[in-house]
Each structure stands twice: as C-alpha cells, then as structure tokens.
T-cell receptor, first 113, second 111 residues
Framework: GESVGLHLPTLSVQEGDNSIINCAYSNSASDYFIWYKQESGKGPQFIIDIRSNMDKRQGQRVTVLLNKTVKHLSLQIAATQPGDSAVYFCAENPGSGTYKYIFGTGTRLKVLA | EPEVTQTPSHQVTQMGQEVILRCVPISNHLYFYWYRQILGQKVEFLVSFYNNEISEKSEIFDDQFSVERPDGSNFTLKIRSTKLEDSAMYFC?????????FGPGTRLTVL
C-alpha cells in the first residue's frame, strides 16, 4: 500500500536531524492542503493540514509551510526518528467545495541510525 | 483509537468478474470515500459519499463502479466487470470533523 514507483525521490537523514520534504502543487485555486504519511502495507495517515489563508502551521514535531506565490508546500519534521521512515505525500483540494483531492507522487524518507 | 477497516486485504479475480470491496468506516463519521493507488503511481480519488448518495465522482468512476452503504456500518465498492487495469490498492476513507482516516487498503489483482 505504498508509492513504490521506481522514480520516487528519496530523502535520507540521520536520526535526530531535521527533515524537509517538498511538494509542488498544480492548481493556484487550491485552498486546502494535507500532508500524509504512508508506511509499508498501510493506508495514508493524516499528519497535518493547512488552509490557503495561512503560510505556516505547526503540529507536534511537524511544521507545514505554504508558499502560494510559487505553489510550493513543505513539511518539516524536527528531530527525525526511525519511526518517521515512510513515504510522505501532499494532497491539494482544488477548491469550490470539491473533495476531489489531487495527490502528489511522494517522497520516501529514510532515517539512518 | 477508532480506525477504518477493510476486507479483504487481498482479492484476486479473473478479468470480467465482479468484485465487492468492503469497508467499515469510523462509526460517527458522515463522509466516506474510495481511492485507488495503482502500483508505482499516485493515489487517485474515485468517489465521495454523503447522506446515502454519491456527492462527487472522478472520471475513473464509470458505470462499472458503484458504491453502497447497505447498512449502518458497511460501505462497499463494487466493480461489475473487472479489467486488468483495475489492479490496484483500493483505500476507503471516512472523514470526521478534523481529518480523513484511511483504511489499510485492499489489494485487487485482476488476472
């Protein structure tokens, strides 16, 4: 149940370091964004979301930054732990009350001990 | 912690056969969804369901697909005549006040 495509970008970080995962979204009208974590054999798990009227939102050890000018979203994970190893992808809601989320391809995060 | 469950975890079927994928959403949720993920590709929206009817569907969700909430707990996705290209992971999700919760998925293999 994971994005295991041959061309999935991979980010390797040392345990304890901070991780930054990036996502470029496609629709300038998108008004809501979600970051998901997908571990091997599992469904996507909600991490954090942000609305387009914000540029930053913080959760527990995670921060999402939104730059609407360049249609860019990032997920920052502080003090990365082995349990953070997974595929991370963003999803955008194109707006106008739709639930037809558009999902990104994903980035594989590998945490090195 | 409440969770979305899906059965079966893996379904193998012959091309042209009908399959029904089952989901039990979180009990107090009102919005339900089906997504699919073909191996190596992105998660794709299929359909959303609210108040016992389809609220939105994607171009993928053609006449071969249908959804049903036959009772107060189950939410099913039926594919009437499976094609090879229907092989994928199918995820059910339900939405609460704050976020969507995904099930673990059903891997459908069409031979």
């Amino acid at each position: 149940g994971e994005s295991v495509g041959l061309h999935l970008p991979t980010l390797s970080v040392q345990e304890g370091d901070n991780s930054i995962i990036n996502c470029a979204y496609s629709n300038s009208a998108s008004d809501y964004f979600i970051w998901y974590k997908q571990e091997s054999g599992k469904g996507p798990q909600f991490i954090i979301d942000i609305r387009s009227n914000m540029d930053k939102r913080q959760g527990q050890r995670v921060t999402v930054l939104l730059n609407k000018t360049v249609k860019h979203l990032s997920l920052q994970i502080a003090a990365t732990q082995p349990g953070d190893s997974a595929v991370y992808f963003c999803a955008e809601n194109p707006g106008s009350g739709t639930y037809k989320y558009i999902f990104g391809t994903g980035t594989r995060l590998k945490v090195l001990a | 912690e409440p969770e979305v469950t899906q059965t079966p975890s893996h379904q193998v079927t012959q091309m042209g056969q009908e399959v029904i994928l089952r989901c039990v959403p979180i009990s107090n949720h009102l919005y339900f969804y089906w997504y699919r993920q073909i191996l190596g590709q992105k998660v794709e929206f299929l359909v959303s369901f609210y108040n016992n009817e389809i609220s939105e569907k994607s171009e993928i969700f053609d006449d071969q697909f249908s959804v049903e909430r036959p009772d107060g707990s189950n939410f099913t996705l039926k594919i009437r005549s499976t094609k090879l290209e229907d092989s994928a992971m199918y995820f059910c999700a339900s939405r609460g006040r704050d976020s969507e919760y995904f099930g673990p998925g059903t891997r459908l293999t069409v031979l």
